[in-house]
């Protein structure tokens, strides 16, 4: 059950979530609030690392640390977006974005041996 729930974060929520925020149109306001976020993200996983013990504070930062690459990705992909007005930018941007989200899984994956 817990390889299923994984599977559906990791593999169907980080996309969502990507697309989710790269439906609005770019603009440099969008951009500099992706900033401010993953910025914020990465102070909650250094705070989580710091004040929790145990497997939930793992947890929590792991997820921080990820909701940031996701962040990130939609951040740049609407920079991108903005800076570059090509006409299959939308959906090459969006279709490369989602598969990007799931990038760090793969590396982790590989590093525990599984």
């Given amino acids: 059950m817990m390889l299923i729930l994984a599977y559906l974060v990791i593999f169907a ?3 969502v979530i990507f697309l989710g925020l790269t439906q609005a149109h770019p603009s440099r306001g969008r951009v500099f609030i992706g900033v ?3 910025a914020g993200l990465l102070v909650a996983a250094w705070v989580l690392r710091d004040v929790a013990q145990g497997p939930l504070s793992v947890i929590g ?6 909701l940031g690459w996701v962040v990130t990705i939609a951040t740049a992909v609407q920079a991108l977006r903005l800076r570059m ?15 990007a989200t799931a990038a760090p899984w793969f590396g982790l994956s590989l590093a525990i041996g599984t």
């Fill in 13 to 15: 929520a980080g996309p």
């Fill in 36 to 38: 401010a976020a993953v």
């Fill in 61 to 66: 930062g792991v997820v921080c640390l990820w």
């Fill in 85 to 99: 007005r090509l006409p299959m930018m939308r959906k090459w941007s969006a279709a490369l974005g989602g598969v």
